[in-house]
Structures are given as structure tokens and as C-alpha cells.
């Protein structure tokens, strides 16, 4: 039972444009997202976090939205970049469990085209 | 300065044969955890330490399966007579003593063993 979900497993985007990835959990405990990136024959790399007590958190081109009557979370990136182009996780924790174990989702996989 | 660094960064193991993984943690980092990342999904916890404890041993599949911290800093991932469905990348992370007030530490991940079972 996939207690986060992401849906998407590829999206495709023009560099310059908005990137939208999407993420859904269905564990109503989580507590904390957090989103990471990932390049091929590395580790996850943290990009950014959220703790359920916001709706929004930016840093930079990257913003995070959570909605948790939806049990939703969306990470948006603007302007996309070649850069960007990599596999992004979504994870979430539960800081009551107390070994901050994070779930994963399955991946989704944007290519950003030049 | 130095990340999390594991190895090998790729083993092939033939089936029934016993594997032990690295993972060297940043210095100072109290929390130790391991996942395990099959192709094509996301990474599955296995197991916590906090310094040498071991605190949540929940994720791990078998009793094939044994983690050790002796000094609260190297860590190694032990499977006994591997199968072929433990073909996956080892994911090893750390992460800093908890700030005051922090609801959470980011995890810094290490690049992975790639274990493969013949």
C-alpha cells in the first residue's frame, strides 16, 4: 500500500516554462514533506521542505504547496531550466514516530527541453 | 566538505553469498539511516541508528538482513546468503543533532550500492 503517490512517472517541459510535479499521500500522520532530486548514479539531493503547518514554502525558482484537506502536495519550478532535468522525489515523515524515517513516492522523471 | 561516502559503490554477489556494505556518515552527524531503492521506485526504509543505538529495525525485510553501528559513526549493512530479489541500490543517509525547535533534519544521502545478485 503506497502511502505517497506520485502519478506521474515522466513530464516533459520547455526551459523557461513552468514546471508542475505533483505528489498525493494518503497517510493522515504525516506531518512533514519534503522533496528531493535526483541525478543518475547519485544520491537524492534535498531541494526543499514543508511542515503541515504552512500551505506554501519558497526558496528560489522552487516553491512547494500543501494541501492537507486534499492530502496534496505540489512542487512548482519557474523558469524551468536543463539543469533541473532529473528524477524528483516526493517523501513525507511523521516526527512523532521518532526515527524520522522518510516514505517515498515513486519518482517522476522531468526532462526539461532547451 | 566530505558528503556521505559508501562502498562499494557497486558489488555483484552470486546467489547464497554473504555482502557487507559501507556507509560513512558526515563526521558529527548523530542519525544514521539505511534504504533500499529497487529499479524503477523510491526508497524504501530499512533501518535507523541514533549514534550507536539502533532505534527502528522495522524496514528490514529478513532476518538475512542485520545492521551495525559499534561506535556511532561507520555503519555497515550485512546480508546473509543473498537472493536475487535483494538486487537494489543501498542507499545510506545521515543527518545533524536536532536543532532546538526543529520539527525535522534533512537527511543527506550517500551515493549508493549498487548491489546486483546472480
Known amino acids: 500500500d503506497q502511502q505517497v503517490k506520485q502519478n506521474s512517472p515522466s513530464l516533459s517541459v520547455q526551459e523557461g516554462r513552468i514546471s508542475i510535479l505533483n505528489c498525493d499521500y494518503t497517510?493522515?500522520?504525516?506531518?512533514?514533506f519534503l522533496w528531493y532530486k535526483k541525478y543518475p548514479a547519485e544520491g537524492p539531493t534535498f531541494l526543499i521542505s514543508?511542515?503541515?503547518?504552512?500551505d506554501k514554502n519558497e526558496d528560489g525558482r522552487f516553491t512547494v504547496f500543501l494541501n492537507k484537506s486534499a492530502k496534496h502536495l505540489s512542487l512548482h519550478i519557474v523558469p524551468s531550466q536543463p539543469g533541473d532535468s532529473a528524477v524528483y522525489f516526493c517523501?513525507?515523515?511523521?516526527?512523532?514516530?521518532?526515527?524520522?524515517?522518510?516514505?517515498f513516492g515513486k519518482g517522476t522523471k522531468l526532462s526539461v527541453i532547451p | 566538505g566530505a558528503g556521505v561516502s559508501q562502498s562499494p559503490r557497486y558489488k555483484v554477489a552470486k546467489r547464497g553469498q554473504d555482502v557487507a556494505l559501507r556507509c560513512d556518515p558526515i563526521?558529527?552527524?548523530?542519525?544514521l539511516f539505511w534504504y533500499q531503492q529497487a529499479l524503477g521506485q523510491g526508497p524504501e526504509f530499512l533501518t535507523y541508528?541514533?549514534?550507536?543505538?539502533?532505534?527502528?529495525k522495522s524496514g528490514l525485510p529478513s532476518d538475512r538482513f542485520f545492521a551495525e553501528r559499534p561506535e556511532g559513526s561507520v555503519s555497515t549493512l550485512k546480508i546473509q546468503r543473498t537472493q536475487q530479489e535483494d538486487s537494489a541500490v543501498y542507499l545510506c543517509?545521515?543527518?545533524?543533532?536536532?536543532?532546538?525547535?526543529?520539527?525535522?533534519?534533512?537527511?543527506?544521502f550517500g551515493p549508493g550500492t549498487r548491489l546486483t545478485v546472480l
Open positions: 543517509a545521515s543527518s545533524p543533532p536536532g536543532l532546538a525547535g526543529a520539527l525535522y533534519n534533512e537527511q543527506f
Open positions: 563526521s558529527g552527524h548523530v542519525s
Open positions: 497517510n493522515s500522520m504525516f506531518d512533514y
Open positions: 517523501a513525507a515523515a511523521y516526527s512523532g514516530a521518532g526515527s524520522y524515517q522518510l516514505t
Open positions: 541508528f541514533q549514534n550507536e543505538a539502533q532505534l527502528d
Open positions: 514543508i511542515s503541515s503547518i504552512k
